[in-house]
């Protein structure tokens, strides 16, 4: 038995996927639903990120904080050692959640009425960066190959000629599908910013979870030219599950653009980070390793579970993910639309995020969050299958014999 195999109540931190008030009133569920929504791990922290904040909590000052040296260190370290990239002290800035840090990148480096360019189908937060701020959202779908996500280079080149064009989000790994992009890709994406001086930002968020086996190439390390035209937004919330500690940190080699940037933040007053955010940073990245691979390959298990399981029900087609813990799932053989889709998963008494979250180009697709215990995911595909099997019936017109029998 794997120590992720227990169930945990994450009601009792409030945990928002958990909220049955939200469960209820966005997704009309009850109180025993499973969510499959949010993208949050229900499983508990690992143990020394749980001692360290522990610890922190014990010494009574949660006053203003400054940056130890110790969180560069650790950062530098954790890059070179998973992941082979060279950082330096300077190049690193912490932020307070990468969704928030996107807004400022965006109030940065473009103007009013300027354009950002995204990938779709895409976290749908990558789009609200755009036009919450008042710039235009340039979309650039992702083609389907073989049942995995390719970029259009042709389109993407076409979209960053244009003159309004400053800035590309990069999502890589990709979410919702979980692909990770080849470094052939991903130098043909640095070479297209680097030929139409367009600003990369690289989310590489989701970088942790990569499956046993399959190997994550950073942008800067598929196209070293890109260094100095870039920013990499990187985190320990997606691995760790610290979302609500709302640390994460850029990565910018440049001068000019990490002061531009760091201008931004002043301008918002991004100042002394939270008491647990660094604590809870540290520990991830010094002594969570084991911890980590032993959850990415339980999530792997989970998500070939879901594949053998949902292999069954032809109409529901898993995209291959190499990464992540989210299920892409083609549902437009199922549902004639997507009230259909919703009014199924709210049959299951499931959450789910569908398709139509994502920007553009993912209608007929639903989001499953698979990391979470075995036992509940198991229970939520019981539950799937329950309602499929009745599910074209129920929505069948039922049909009464009318004609009376002649012996009647
Ligand atoms: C691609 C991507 N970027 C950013 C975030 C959120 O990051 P943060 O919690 O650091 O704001 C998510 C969360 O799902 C995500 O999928």
Request: net charge negative.
């Amino acid at each position: 038995m794997s120590q992720f195999d227990t169930l945990f109540d994450r009601k009792a931190g409030n945990a928002r996927k958990w909220a049955e008030s939200v469960l209820a009133k966005k997704f009309g569920l009850t109180p025993n639903a499973i969510p499959m929504d949010l993208a949050d791990l229900d499983f508990p922290v690992a143990p020394p990120i749980h001692d360290a904040v522990m610890a922190r909590a014990a010494v009574s000052d949660y006053s203003y904080t400054y940056i130890p040296d110790a969180f560069n260190e650790t950062v530098i370290a954790w890059n070179a050692r998973r992941f082979g990239l060279e950082l330096e002290a300077d190049w690193l800035k912490l932020s307070y959640g990468t969704v928030p840090t996107l807004h400022y990148i965006v109030q940065a480096f473009t103007a009013v009425g300027e354009s950002v360019l995204i990938n779709t189908p895409a976290y749908d937060p990558f789009a609200e960066a755009v036009e919450h701020n008042q710039r235009q959202l340039i979309t650039s779908p992702l083609k389907l190959e073989n049942d995995r996500y390719v970029f259009d280079f042709e389109d993407m080149a076409d979209k960053m000629a244009r003159p309004d064009v400053k800035v590309f989000i990069l999502c890589s790994p990709q979410n919702p599908s979980g692909r990770v992009w080849t470094a052939e890709e991903l130098e043909q994406v640095g070479d297209l910013c680097l030929q139409h001086h367009v600003l990369l930002v690289s989310d590489e968020i989701h970088r942790d979870i990569v499956y046993p086996g399959v190997h994550f190439t950073s942008i800067w390390q598929a196209c070293p030219a890109i260094r100095d035209h870039s920013i990499l937004c990187l985190s320990p919330n997606k691995a760790f599950n610290l979302g609500g500690l709302k640390t994460s940190y850029v990565v910018i080699p440049d001068a000019g653009i990490r002061d531009r940037l760091a201008q931004q933040f002043a301008a918002n007053s991004i100042t002394s980070p939270n008491s647990f955010a660094i604590p809870a940073l540290i520990a991830a990245y010094t002594k969570c390793d084991a911890w980590l691979d032993e959850m990415v390959a339980y999530v792997a298990d989970n998500f070939a579970y879901l594949r053998d399981r949902l292999a069954e029900i032809p109409e529901m087609q898993v995209m291959p993910a190499e990464s992540g813990f989210l299920a892409w799932i083609d549902v437009r053989r199922l549902f004639a639309d997507e009230a259909e889709l919703k009014r199924f998963f709210t049959a299951c008494d499931l959450s789910c995020v569908v398709g139509s979250y994502f920007v553009a180009d993912g209608e007929g697709f639903v989001r499953l969050n698979i990391g979470m215990p075995r036992p509940l995911l198991k229970e939520a595909l019981d539950r799937i299958f329950a309602i499929y099997a009745t599910w074209h019936q129920k929505e069948a017109p039922q049909f009464t014999i009318q004609v009376q029998h002649p012996d009647d």
